[in-house]
């Protein structure tokens, strides 16, 4: 079973320092096999072209309470069954417009993508409120989503100070995975017990990795860890469609919330894809944990 916290607020973006505090120790083992076991393994398979769309058609549409929403059309459909969530937070002073390429087509994969509306979501509590609502849509008679959301399987990511904000998220005992996109300085990785997949620029000189990316990996070595930083790309790679982060981000999303095994060895095993990537990532890390899996 999955040890987690409890999330609490957090500095606002522009803040640099960062606090270590007591790590919760958990077996990785148990995530290789969580992640293994999802109930949406059934999705159809893409092969390995992470970076491209995926069988669904997509519906964009408004939660009514502060959110926008990415889904596929046919919920259910295409062997699904059940969809994972993926909870969105966009960069200071952006929206889910800024992103809709992205998680258009994160949602073509077969995800339930909760983007929050909000311009300031670092302090993750939007982002979750998008998971209250798809909770209560799973469970309410006539909804287009009624028993068609996984919410045994959930990731968080964001960009920038939502990247931050997805690290506040993370400590949510409902989330499996966290992606934090060139995050600001919130939240604390302490707090999270669950695998991340961290993502900085290499020419990035608003979130600079050595600063406020890879201290924060190297302070997760109670959970498993992987940092990947993009070589030549700067802080607004991920706006619009992703750049060249949407391929690993899909991937990542797929074996840890899809079981999908091509995904898996994209970051695990000793033969795993970014590992030997150099024209892709300028620096690509694994932390014992992760290299256990």
Known sequence: MRIRRISQAFAVAGVVTLAVVGHTVVDSSAFAESAATSTASACPSVGQNWSADGPFAVTEEASGVGHT???????????????????????????????????????????????????????GTAMLAGLDYLTSENGKAGSAYAGKVDLDKVGVTGHSQGGGGA????????????????????????????????????????????????????????????YAELRGKGHF?????????????????????????????????????????PFLWSDFRRNAKAAQI
């Open 69 to 123: 929403v990415f889904r596929p059309t046919d919920l259910g459909g295409q062997g699904c069954g059940k969809h994972p969530v993926v909870l969105w937070g966009n960069g200071t002073g952006a929206t889910p417009k800024a992103y809709a390429g992205l998680l258009r087509h994160l949602a073509s994969h077969g995800f339930i993508v909760a983007a929050a509306d909000t311009k300031s979501a670092g302090n």
């Open 237 to 277: 790679e991920p706006v619009g469609d992703g750049g060249k982060f949407r391929g690993p981000i899909t991937a990542w999303l797929r074996y840890q919330l899809m079981g999908d095994e091509q995904a898996k060895g994209e970051f695990f095993g000793p033969k795993c894809g970014n590992c030997s990537s």
């Open 167 to 226: 690290i506040v998220a993370g400590a949510d005992p409902r989330i499996d995975t966290t992606v934090p996109i060139q995050p600001g300085p919130q939240g604390s990785i302490a707090k999270l017990t669950t695998p991340m997949f961290i993502l900085g620029g290499q020419f990035d000189f608003i979130v600079v990795p050595a600063l406020l990316v890879i201290p924060r990996y190297t302070s997760a070595g109670h959970i498993p860890a992987i």
